[in-house]
């Protein structure tokens, strides 16, 4: 079966732009993406839009439906009644490009920043890893690196000022992992999460859990773990103490 939905899609680039109505065909079983697809093909064949997959694991159909981050082709046209109208618009955290594509370098700059893993001092073949330790990091490992959670976190999402201070949602997840990681030979992960990524800005309200399609709970699982860690180097005194005697870093 199939009906006449109405769509508002944004439309511009850099300069500026404005919501566009459109009313297009839906059918059975189709997303989000379906419908931009659709509007491509039959209405507006230069409309802009990023994607790769249509299968949520590219993470490039990141966009705003009624408001809210969300993957394009993730987004059954089933979850809306047929009289509403949905509002496509592009990642709001973000420089818009065109349309709905916007530049998400801040992401690559904020990643390229973290020190990558440090090898053991262990030979090729001797490095062993407890199965436990593993699944810790696991979960993280399934970020599909979509941005909708440094979308949504409102450290950013309203203050391009606080972008150079704070790495972001994504990124406290990948320093989480890091630190977890049983064979990670850095010992200042935290230090490095708390003095370069500004993990202090971010205060525990799981926007970025809720909007995440991986549903890593990135909030429980990483960032109170990593903040744990912070307050535990700064504030106990057994690692002042060995600060000052010189038996490890600050
Ligand atoms: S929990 Fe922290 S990182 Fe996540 S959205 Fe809230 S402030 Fe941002
Ligand atoms: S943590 Fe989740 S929301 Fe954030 S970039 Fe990775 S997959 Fe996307
Ligand atoms: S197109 Fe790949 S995640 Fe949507």
Known sequence: ??????????????????LVDYTVEV????????????LQATQSGDLAVRWNCKAGKCGSCSAEINGMPRLLC??????????????VTPLRAFPVIRDLVTDVSF?????????????????PGEYRMQQVDVERSQEFRKCIECFLCQDTC???R??????????????LIRAAELDMHPLDA??????FAREEQGIGMCNI??????????????TDNAIIPMKERVAGRRYDPLVWLGTKIGLRRG
């Not at 309203?158 to 990124?171: C, L, Q, V």
Request: aromatic fraction near 8%; charged fraction near 35%.
């Open 107 to 123: 992401n690559y700059a904020k990643a390229r920043q973290i020190p990558a893993f440090a090898p053991p001092d262990l030979a």
């Open 186 to 191: 850095r010992d200042d992960r935290a230090d």
């Open 27 to 38: 059918n059975d079983g189709e997303v989000v993406l379906d419908i931009i697809h659709r």
């Open 74 to 87: 993730m987004t059954r046209m089933s979850t809306f009644t047929e009289a509403e109208t949905i509002t």
């Open 205 to 218: 309200t799981k926007c970025c859990t809720e909007v995440c399609p991986e549903h890593i709970k990135i």
């Open 1 to 18: 079966m199939s009906y006449d939905a109405r769509f508002r899609v944004w439309r511009g680039d850099a300069d500026g732009g404005e």
């Open 158 to 171: 309203d203050h391009e000022d606080n972008k150079e201070a704070f790495a972001g949602p994504r990124f």
């Open 154 to 156: 409102h450290v950013v």
